[in-house]
């Protein structure tokens, strides 16, 4: 257990719609990061954050788009979804902003038909 | 530009040893990491390797060479439950410290 949580563990929805997900870093942890996982392929990093600030930005698309909240949580939001945004999405924390040290959450598998 | 290479494949014999060997184009970096991911599971942190050398952790080793833009991971005493991706990362100097990863490697390990 790495102490990464996220929700839902799964979630199935169709073309068009709206989901969130939810990730809460390991304890003391400040920094949040996105990546997506499509099957069989490698990591691809969306989005970072620290301390409730932006800090980098990856190959994310402009129908997504996240934050961190004051008590560190983040939420990625996925909007008018497409058949090809299904994958895993993976939240990881640590605790220095610029690390090679990250603690991952068992993912959210987002499905959309 | 920036880029990691790892083979995509590697197949052992359960009780051997393995390496699988990172390779990479970059300016500069703080240090190189591995993470094993099992199928359907979330990476796993196995080490960081900032300076040149070999860091030891039970049954899995990791060097890294900055002057041959090289590293490995050495699995030794395979079990079944090794059988997994692994991932290398570098962390980049520069202006965006986002982690650069290799495609992974898939380990199968046969009896």
């Known amino acids: 257990d790495s102490g990464v949580t996220q929700t839902p563990k799964h979630l199935i929805t169709a073309t068009g719609q709206r989901v969130t997900l939810r990730c809460s870093p390991r304890?003391?942890?400040?920094?949040v990061y996105w990546y997506q996982q499509s099957l069989d392929q490698g990591l691809q990093f969306l989005i970072q954050?620290?301390?409730?600030?932006?800090?980098a930005k990856g190959n994310i698309l402009e129908r997504f788009s996240a934050q961190q909240f004051p008590d560190l949580h983040s939420e990625l939001n996925l909007s008018s979804l497409e058949l090809g945004d299904s994958a895993l999405y993976f939240c990881?924390?640590?605790?220095?902003?610029?690390?090679?040290?990250?603690?991952f959450g068992e993912g959210s598998r987002l499905t959309v038909l | 530009g920036q880029s990691l290479e790892q083979p995509s494949e590697v197949t052992a014999v359960e009780g051997a040893i393995v390496q699988i060997n990172c390779t990479y184009q970059?300016?500069?970096?703080?240090?190189l990491s591995w993470y094993q991911q099992h199928d359907g599971g979330a990476p796993t942190f196995l080490s960081y390797n900032a300076l040149d050398g070999l860091e030891e952790t039970g049954r899995f080793s990791s060097f890294l060479s900055r002057s041959d833009s090289y590293g490995y991971l050495l699995l030794q005493e395979l079990q079944m439950k090794d059988s997994a991706s692994y991932f290398c990362?570098?962390?980049?100097?520069?202006?965006?410290?986002?982690?650069?990863w290799g495609a992974g490697t898939k380990l199968i390990i046969k009896p």
């Open positions: 954050y620290y301390n409730g600030e932006e800090r």
């Open positions: 970059t300016s500069g970096f703080y240090g």
């Open positions: 990362a570098v962390t980049p100097r520069g202006s965006n410290y986002q982690l650069i």
């Open positions: 990881a924390s640590s605790l220095r902003e610029y690390t090679g040290e990250l603690f």
């Open positions: 304890s003391g942890d400040l920094s």
